[in-house]
């Protein structure tokens, strides 16, 4: 199949979700393009099958806001003639299901061309929810060909909130298994903790929903008790903040804020714990990802996350905010060698056997085959 996929390019679950799908599908033989305004972060565009159109907004004196929604629907309808698309795939409804609406009239005298939505989280639970744009949002729900959330629990959301009589399908994050290893010796982890304390590892885009001071607390309370450092793994408006906190906490010297990072595959089986202390998430591919590898998450009680980690078995769950409850967990997991294994080893299963790629992508197959 000719599949044009469509997703926020930065530094962001669902740009990670819909670049490895078009990764994962042009290794199964489909011809993946990406109609983005930038390079996708995880995109190695020399990959065979993958091709990559940027959208150009060009703005004018006139414009106070470029109307980027135009010209994305222009580029797609652009390459879908050109390149013969089968199909439209955006992920993260706002603006991305209007553009693919509007592509697909524009080439509608001439062909078919049907769109998938894929529901993120924060598409729906916050900015969907905003007055200026709920309206366009539950339009663009119902005016898609397809409709896929990545949790029960966002799907639930959706239909509870939006009204919408759409029949959207349930396909979870994914992970590949075979990219991200647990690794048992942990060695390369002296690099950040060179006395030899254990690694907590935190990985977000730094919105004030993923609560990344929390991160921090735990951190000092941990430390209160034994030797760990924490490796804060991307970028975003708390972490100025969060930088802040752990010199009032007297604890910067045992946190590494390392930045925006490709390949975390080789960072996160460093650790041995993955902090999540989120607010709200749909489903938490931070913590996917760390189970993958071995290391288990201690997360929060919200949204999807309890369709993943299932709460003493591969991870633990606890309340919003309370760094007590969060911290003994943490503290179990770094003392308790033998809890640790258990535990680290049925996270790596559940990765495996319900989340990997062999397991999801063939959904999204299923779907684009049934729509088309
Ligand atoms: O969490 C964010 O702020 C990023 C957001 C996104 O759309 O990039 O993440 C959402 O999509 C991820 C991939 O599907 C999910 O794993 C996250 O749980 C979800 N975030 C929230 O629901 C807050």
Redesign the pocket.
């Given at each position: 199949m000719k599949i044009g996929i469509t997703c926020?390019p930065t530094y962001?679950?669902?740009?990670?979700?819909a670049t490895e799908l078009g990764l994962e599908l042009a290794t199964r033989g489909h011809e993946v393009h990406f109609i983005t305004y930038a390079n996708p972060i995880r995109l190695d565009t020399g990959a065979a099958n993958i091709h990559y159109h940027e959208v150009e907004v060009s703005t004018y004196p006139l414009f106070q806001y470029p109307p980027y929604c135009l010209a994305l629907a222009s580029r797609m309808a652009e390459v879908a003639e050109e390149h013969a698309l089968d199909l439209l795939h955006v992920h993260?409804a706002i603006p991305h299901s209007i553009s693919a609406m509007l592509g697909q009239q524009m080439l509608a005298p001439r062909r078919r061309l049907p769109f998938i939505t894929t529901l993120?989280?924060?598409?729906i639970?916050l900015v969907g929810l905003d007055r200026s744009y709920f309206p366009i949002t539950k339009f663009s729900i119902e005016k898609s060909d397809g409709v896929t959330s990545?949790s029960n629990h966002l799907r639930e959301h959706t239909l509870e909130v939006f009204g919408v009589s759409n029949d959207i399908r349930v396909i979870y994050?994914f992970v590949n298994c075979t990219i991200y290893q647990p690794d048992h010796e942990k060695e390369g982890a002296r690099q950040f903790a060179p006395e030899g304390e254990k690694l907590l590892i935190h990985l977000?885009?730094f919105?004030p929903?993923?609560r990344v001071l929390d991160c921090i607390r735990i951190l000092a309370a941990v430390r209160n008790e034994y030797p760990a450092h924490l490796l804060m793994a991307g970028d975003g408006p708390d972490r100025g903040p969060a930088e802040h906190l752990a010199r009032e906490l007297n604890v910067s010297r045992h946190v590494t804020f390392l930045g925006k990072r490709d390949h975390v595959e080789r960072l996160i089986p460093l650790a041995h714990v993955l902090l999540m202390p989120?607010e709200?998430?749909?489903?938490?591919?931070a913590a996917l990802e760390g189970m993958a590898c071995g290391v288990p998450s201690v997360a929060t009680r919200v949204?999807?996350v309890p369709e993943l980690i299932t709460h003493g078995v591969d991870g633990y769950l606890e309340a919003v905010g309370d760094i007590g409850a969060q911290t003994k967990r943490v503290l179990a997991l770094l003392t308790d060698g033998d809890l640790f294994a258990q535990i680290a080893s049925a996270a790596r299963e559940t990765a495996l056997t319900r989340f990997c790629t062999d397991e999801i992508i063939p959904q999204y197959e299923r779907l684009y085959r049934e729509l088309l």
């Open positions: 926020y962001g679950g669902s740009g990670i979700v993260y993120h989280g924060t598409d639970t990545i994050n977000s885009n919105r929903v993923k989120s709200m998430e749909s489903f938490g591919l949204g999807g």
